[in-house]
Structures are given as structure tokens and as C-alpha cells.
């Protein structure tokens, strides 16, 4: 259909008619217009609209670690020796970087330690890789609620952010979109020295699973526990002591513990796997003679074909299941 110029121009238009045609779009006069016609039916919505847009200078990604020692049963916490306070490492990106990588890079500079991701059987939205190029135990684990869209808790084990907080920032009012991740790392290895940045005063501490907690800042008595340190508010009346009570646990304190029971719960299907493994082993010993003959079983279960060269064929996908087995 050929471009057809409108009979008036953009000067004629009154004030009125502008203001009429910048009016918000709504189902009603969606309906009532040639655009409804075009586009109808309307599909029904399956979520809700957004209620608010961010643009890229008024926010900032960031991410960060809770970094455990499992045998020692311990978690790495900064200590901010400014405000006496303390967090857990965390940091905003750069640029094209990815945030998994900003996580354990900000837990090397603020508390020089070397972290690893630990995988961690969480409930997530995160959609699973239906690549069938490659072959992925977690998909052989991975159990679902009715829906098929929310992974059940014990299930598959993955690197994906446990949490997301959202931090409005004082100083420039930006807001900090902060994920975290579950890290591990070493408390018995020295941290490393002069990693930090020149405005940074941070202390890295190896504390136990039972004491971390209690010890992080709740950000929403921070600003009312500084004035009350410096003692520059003559009408404050909360005493200092009750201060210090209400600035334990918070947000960071939250996330915190879903890190610790997360990985204790990994550790857990790490024993249980060994021992399922040392059972097998037990029962049934391999048969040298037939290695290439008989069909080799995956660690998830899956039987694939073993080739004349000695490889393995990837299966193929299996069925998702959408209810969690009964040993579950």
C-alpha cells in the first residue's frame, strides 16, 4: 500500500488535538480505534505490564560471593574499617564483563582471596539448555513443579545467582542491581596483599557459619548506628548498645545464610554420590575385557553408545520430567 501524505501538516495541528493524540493507549481506546482492528484479537496477557523503565545512567550491575570453606565450615566477610561495619564482597561490573566473573573478580580485590563458583542444588527460573549437541547430567537430574517452569530445590546442581538485591545508592542516587553467586574457597591459604583500590579500607575475615550472620549490616539502621558513633545527633535516644543489636542481619544477612545452607546442602549430595558410587563399585566390578563391547553408563544414567574407537556417542535429549521423584 503506497505512503500517503496526511492532508494537513504538523503547524496545523491545534494544542488540543496534540494533547489528544500523546493520550496513553489503553485497552478501551485501543478498541474504539483502526489500530484495534488491525491487530485484534488482543491476546490476553500472561504477566503484568511494566510499571517502571531504568535507563543505563541511573543504574549499575554488580555481583558478589559468599564464599565458603566447607571443611572448616567457615564464610569470608569484609570488615569496612571506615564505617565499622561488615558485608560480604561484592562489586560492580566492567564493561562486557561477564557477572559471574565480576564476582570472583570483586572477591579477590576487596578480600584477596581466590574463589571458585560452587554448583548448588537452588530453585531457579532460569530455562535449561535444550542444545542437544551437548550432553548435560544436570538435565538428567532436574525435577520441576506442575508448571515446568520452577526448578525444584535438590535436584540439578548450577553456578546460576542465588539472590538479587536491589540497593539504591546514597551518595549519587543510582540503583545497584547486586546478584550473588556461591562461591568456595580456602581459609587455611593466606589472602592476598594490595588488592584492594586506593579509597578502599577493608579488612577480609574467615568467620564461622553460625557467627557470619549476626555480624552483617542491616542497611536500614547503617545511617541512624554512624550518628549514633559520632554522637551528631542531640536527640537521638536509642542507646548504642541496642544500636549495634539492630544493625546485625539485614539483607546481607539473608543472603548469607541461603549461601551457607545451599552449599552445605551441595556438600551433602557430594557425600551421597560417593557413597552410591562406592556402592556400585562393590557390587558390580567393571569387566576389562568388555569395555568396548557393552554400552557405558553416564553419571547421570543416561546409556550411550560406545563407538569401535572408544568414544562416546552423545545421547539423545531425554523427556524432562515436570513432578519430583518419590526419593526426593
Not at 133 to 138: A, D, E, F, L, Y
Not at 225 to 230: E, K
Request: proline letters at 10%.
Amino acid at each position: 500500500m503506497p505512503f500517503t501524505r496526511p492532508s494537513h501538516s504538523f503547524q496545523s495541528l491545534s494544542r488540543s488535538s496534540i494533547s489528544h493524540s500523546l493520550q496513553p493507549l489503553t485497552l478501551h481506546s485501543l478498541q474504539t480505534s483502526h489500530i484495534y482492528t488491525f491487530i485484534s484479537p488482543l491476546p490476553i496477557p500472561i504477566m503484568s505490564p511494566p510499571w517502571k523503565v531504568t535507563f543505563s545512567s541511573d543504574f549499575y550491575l554488580a555481583s558478589g560471593t559468599i564464599t565458603v570453606d566447607l571443611p572448616a565450615r567457615k564464610v569470608l566477610i569484609i570488615h569496612d574499617l571506615t564505617s565499622k561495619t561488615y558485608y560480604l564482597p561484592r562489586g560492580r561490573k566492567d564493561w562486557s564483563e561477564p557477572l559471574e566473573a565480576t564476582a570472583i573478580r570483586e572477591t579477590y580485590e576487596e578480600a584477596g582471596c581466590t574463589a571458585t563458583l560452587l554448583p548448588v542444588p537452588l530453585s531457579t527460573r532460569c530455562t535449561p539448555p535444550f542444545s542437544t549437541s551437548t550432553h548435560n547430567p544436570q538435565l538428567q537430574k532436574a525435577r520441576f513443579d506442575p508448571s515446568g517452569d520452577v526448578l525444584l530445590p535438590n535436584t540439578a546442581r548450577l553456578t546460576e545467582p542465588i539472590a538479587l538485591m536491589q540497593h539504591p545508592q546514597k551518595k549519587n542516587g543510582a540503583l545497584a542491581i547486586v546478584l550473588w553467586y556461591v562461591a568456595i574457597g580456602d581459609s587455611t591459604l593466606p589472602l592476598a596483599k594490595e588488592t584492594q583500590m586506593s579509597d578502599e579500607q577493608f579488612e577480609a575475615l574467615w568467620v564461622g557459619f553460625e557467627e557470619g550472620p549476626g555480624m552483617m549490616v542491616n542497611h536500614a539502621c547503617e545511617f541512624e548506628l554512624a550518628q549514633s558513633r559520632n554522637h551528631t545527633t542531640p536527640h537521638h535516644t536509642t542507646p548504642h548498645h541496642q544500636m549495634l543489636t539492630m544493625a546485625g542481619g539485614g539483607l546481607d544477612a539473608q543472603v548469607l545464610q541461603r549461601g551457607i545452607d545451599l552449599a552445605l546442602a551441595a556438600s551433602q549430595m557430594d557425600d551421597m554420590d560417593v557413597g552410591m558410587n562406592a556402592a556400585v563399585a562393590c557390587q558390580d566390578p567393571p569387566q576389562k575385557d568388555s569395555q568396548l563391547s557393552s554400552p557405558k553408563t553416564s553419571e547421570a544414567g543416561s546409556v550411550g553408545v560406545v563407538e569401535a574407537s572408544g568414544t562416546e556417542a552423545p545421547p539423545s535429549r531425554p523427556e524432562m520430567p515436570l513432578s519430583p521423584p518419590n526419593s526426593l
